[in-house]
């Protein structure tokens, strides 16, 4: 099988010859292929053709474009600092009468990711899915807000907070539109929405329906709909399935066995190898034994198993470790 045939199969449950292997590869890109972070964050051909060598380098099952999640925050007039060896950070934030809605063909590097998912779905996108990762709507009210300030105002002033996630919620439904016109599934990074920063009671109230809002925009286009969530998000998984998703990816600290016993029945899994103290730190036969473990606790999973890092590789990380990923699948992910 094709990398794009393995990927339809886990989703439609119409069968695979071993699990699909997905190291979720943001950065790492550009740095195995000689361009700065600072280079690719702001270039869409640059981005492209990083992503195009390390797949080809690879052999992922999904191609994933991601170098940071502040893409819409930007757009929508937050101003941001970029770094050679490291992600964009927003270094201005914006009031709620300062926030605007962007046209995806002409704000910020809107266009430029737009540019990429051309270039990577006219390359490679007969053999594998293009994904692109865009943050969900409570995500991107952080980033135009500020994080720190946002968990105060959940309190202090909810009614801004909710104002700002409904106008994330319309820009992002404008850009993700804008990249499946170009053939790409988007793929929801809410890292925000963790439960290691709010409670199950703050995600119900303020990034559940938001979320669902996005999931049902990507159904009506016929598309797998995949949100992750890293930290600790054990106390919202069952909050989670209710976004509609299809797949949940999950981080390290969550029993890939425990969360297949309590939401398998509705929901295919991603995840979950250790990005920091595995993929990053550890060797080859760390990953290999590691991703062996999850995919013994998960392959059997009723809605389906994609094996994966727990969150974005990290920069620096042994190419030999992020391969060992795929190499796991090949050999202990075979399907009978």
Do not use: W
């Not at 250790?274 to 606790?297: F, R």
Request: aromatic share 6%; glycine share 8%.
């Amino acid at each position: 099988m094709i990398p794009k045939e393995r990927l339809l199969g886990v989703i439609t449950g119409s069968g695979i010859d071993r699990i699909p292997a997905v190291p979720l590869i943001g950065n790492f890109a550009g740095k195995i292929s000689g361009y700065k972070v600072s280079e690719i964050a702001r270039d869409g051909i640059k981005l492209a053709k990083a992503i195009e060598y390390t797949y080809k380098k690879m052999n992922p099952d999904l191609v994933t474009i991601l170098t940071d999640l502040c893409i819409e925050a930007e757009a929508m007039g937050c101003e941001l600092e970029y770094f050679d060896n490291d992600v964009p950070i927003v270094k201005k934030h914006v009031s709620l009468e300062e926030i605007s809605i962007p046209d995806p063909e002409k704000d910020g590097r809107m266009p430029e990711f737009l540019k990429c998912i051309e270039y990577l779905v006219e390359k490679i996108g007969n053999e594998v899915f293009i994904g692109m990762c865009v943050p969900g709507p409570f995500t991107i009210a952080g980033n135009l807000h500020g994080t720190e300030s946002m968990m105060m105002d959940l309190v202090m002033n909810p009614d801004v907070i909710k104002e700002e996630i409904k106008l994330a919620t319309e820009a992002s439904k404008l850009f993700i539109n804008a990249c499946m016109d170009r053939g790409a599934i988007p793929l929801i990074c809410d890292p925000i929405a963790s439960g290691s920063l709010i409670s199950p009671k703050f995600y119900e109230e303020f990034a559940l329906n938001p979320c669902k809002e996005i999931v049902k925009e990507i159904h009506k286009r016929g598309l797998p709909a995949i949100l992750h969530i890293c930290g600790d998000v054990n106390p919202i998984l069952e909050l989670m399935v209710k976004t509609g998703a299809d797949f949940l990816s999950v981080d390290a600290n969550v029993n890939l066995k425990e969360m297949k016993e309590k939401v398998g029945k509705n929901v295919g899994i991603i995840g979950n190898i250790d990005p920091g103290s595995t993929i990053y730190l550890g060797s080859k036969e760390d990953v290999l034994n590691e991703c062996k473990k999850a995919i013994e606790y998960a392959s059997d999973n009723p809605k389906g198993y994609i094996l994966a890092s727990g969150c974005e590789i990290p920069l620096a990380s042994k190419e030999e470790n992020v391969k060992a990923i795929v190499e796991a699948a090949e050999l202990y992910g075979e399907v009978q």
